[in-house]
């Protein structure tokens, strides 16, 4: 009786954590747009993609590092009192919420893998001088498109490998080994499985940063850039919405709407040879972020270990009050 009592309050307060600050991520979200246009898209990604997730690692912190301690230390064991309704409530939102996104996640995988089996079965190899194996494909599937979580491949259709020269290819295929390296398929599987209403924008922020921050890293100069920006529009012409249905967990090079497609070709074309210059300046700021990071670690992690035993006693006697 006691572990099962533990696990419900453990479980009710990491899902009333979880809500709470998910909300708030969702009420917060547009002034997060305002305030990260200034930063370079790969650090917009990161920091995108980490407010979105903050909310389960926040509840999984304190759960972990508070309520399950507390309760162990200082809860009675021989006390036999039953659960009240706060803590099954919240036992039930929360299995609710684990299976919205667990069938989220699962339907994507299998629809993916179904795709991919397909697409590849009579695929051929490309000697495409990237680090990733790279398949040439059919004409039923995206043009060009990074595929697989554990085992990455970019599957390029033979009209896309026609229709692009030889550097418009190559930087194409740079783009989506960006896409591979930073681990952008998975990152969209955690997302679905964290998924929750009303933060669909921030997700959608995350995407439109991550494709650039894979334009970026897929060009080195103003020449490569419009090779890119010209591969871009080539394979958005020929797609016709193709790429648009494109399963979730899967990159395609001429994705999202538009407007996107535009913004991306408008970065592109406005490249020019100071960028490498510009990257050092943010290289170091970057330095400075981090160094104010793990300082404020350092402090927030000597402050609670010093209160560390008078914060489980308030723990306790909140989760006291949460199960009666």
């Keep these: 009786m006691f572990a099962a009592r533990c696990i419900a309050v453990s479980s009710s307060v990491f899902v009333l954590i979880y809500v709470l600050l998910s909300l708030l991520v969702g009420y917060v979200a547009r002034h997060i747009y305002s305030h990260t246009h200034k930063l370079s898209p790969k650090h917009r990604a990161d920091l995108l993609l980490a407010v979105r997730l903050f909310p389960l690692l926040a509840a999984g912190a304190v759960t972990a590092a508070l309520t399950v301690p507390s309760f162990i230390l200082l809860e009675p064991r021989s006390i036999a009192e039953p659960l009240g309704v706060m803590p099954l409530s919240l036992g039930l939102c929360g299995i609710g919420l684990a299976g919205f996104g667990a069938v989220n996640a699962v339907a994507a995988l299998t629809r993916s893998s179904r795709l991919i089996a397909r697409w590849t079965s009579r695929a051929k190899t490309v000697n495409a001088q990237v680090s990733v194996p790279v398949l040439r494909i059919g004409r039923d599937a995206p043009a060009l498109t990074a595929a697989g979580i554990l085992r990455p491949r970019i599957l390029l259709s033979g009209t ?165």
Aim: glycine residues 4%; charged residues 20%.
């Design 160 to 324: 896309a490998e026609f229709i692009l020269d030889p550097h418009e290819l190559r930087t194409a295929l740079r783009h989506e080994v960006a896409h591979v390296r930073r681990r952008d398929n998975l990152k969209k599987l955690l997302l679905l499985l964290v998924a929750f209403p009303g933060v669909k924008g921030l997700e959608a922020a995350w995407i439109e940063a991550s494709e650039m921050a894979a334009d970026d890293a897929a060009v080195e100069n103003a020449n490569e850039a419009l090779d890119l920006a010209q591969a871009l529009i080539k394979l958005s012409r020929m797609s016709a919405g193709a790429e648009n249905r494109c399963p979730q967990l899967m990159t395609a090079f001429s994705s999202g709407a538009a407007s996107l497609i535009n913004a991306r070709v408008q970065r592109l074309l406005a490249w020019n040879d100071k960028g490498s210059a510009y990257a050092h300046h943010r290289l170091h700021q970057s330095a400075s972020r981090i160094v104010l990071a793990i300082t404020a670690a350092t402090t927030t992690t000597a402050a609670v270990a010093v209160t560390y035993t008078h914060l489980l006693a308030q723990v306790h006697a909140a989760t006291e009050w949460l199960v009666r």
